[in-house]
């Protein structure tokens, strides 16, 4: 599976969008990019994936680059309840999990 | 999208003793996969459970410490055996059907004395 690279941590204001940068330059053709998060003390939650077009759901947004090397996760009013690690990931056959980004939604 | 139950939630265990944690889904699902995430740790891929077959275990892991069973398609268990300190996580079953995104339970939290 390709790597990732996410920053270490985030800090979002409550209402306001929180987006969430992933970088995955050695992905190729057939690997979808899987975003996930984990509020303490819980199972990771999905959110959203995509291959090449931009998606959106009740969640998210997930924005990728036309080079398919980055891709950006959009929380849209970000709220409390939104603090959680974020994982980006890149799968292949089975999701590998790197650090995530910790996202601290302040009031 | 498929609903994982994991039974225990958590337990506390002597050294020595072995742990056997069940993971039930609420459908048929073609895959199944067991995690280790260890405290203040990301996730760690144990294995793949594979219905039918013996498990197929990531590098650094092996059947005789993690042995798993998976006899049908909506349940598998994970024993953890001769348990130490160092064992003390959080264990985590997972489950997908083909071209579906992979779901987690809320694992069992371990912690061996």
């Known amino acids: 599976d390709a790597k990732t690279t996410q920053p270490t941590s985030m800090d979002c204001a409550e209402g306001r969008a929180a987006n969430l940068p992933c970088n995955h330059s050695t992905i190729s053709g057939n690997e979808y990019v899987y975003w996930y998060r984990q509020i303490h003390s819980q199972g990771p939650q999905y959110i959203i994936h995509?291959?090449?077009n931009n998606e959106t759901n009740e969640m998210a947004s997930l924005i990728i680059t036309e080079d398919r090397k980055s891709s950006t996760l959009i929380l849209p009013h970000a709220t409390l309840r939104d603090t959680a690690v974020y994982y980006c990931?890149?799968?292949?056959?089975?999701?590998?999990f790197g650090a995530g980004t910790t996202v601290t939604v302040r009031a | 999208s498929a609903v994982i139950s994991q039974k225990p939630s958590r337990d506390i265990c002597q050294r020595g003793t072995s742990l056997t944690i069940q993971c039930q889904v609420d459908?048929?699902?073609?895959?199944m996969f067991w995690y280790r995430q260890q405290p203040g740790q990301s996730l760690t891929l144990i294995a793949t459970?594979?219905?039918?077959?013996?498990?197929?275990?990531e590098s650094g892991f092996v059947i005789d410490k993690f042995p798993i069973s998976r006899p049908n398609l909506t349940f598998s268990t994970l024993t953890v055996s001769n348990m130490s300190p160092e064992d003390s996580s959080i264990y985590l079953c997972s489950a997908r059907d083909t071209n579906s995104p992979l779901h987690f339970g809320n694992g069992t939290r371990l912690t061996v004395t």
């Open positions: 990931i890149v799968r292949g056959y089975k999701l590998s």
């Open positions: 995509g291959l090449k």
């Open positions: 459908s048929q699902v073609t895959m």
């Open positions: 459970a594979n219905q039918g077959s013996e498990a197929t275990y």
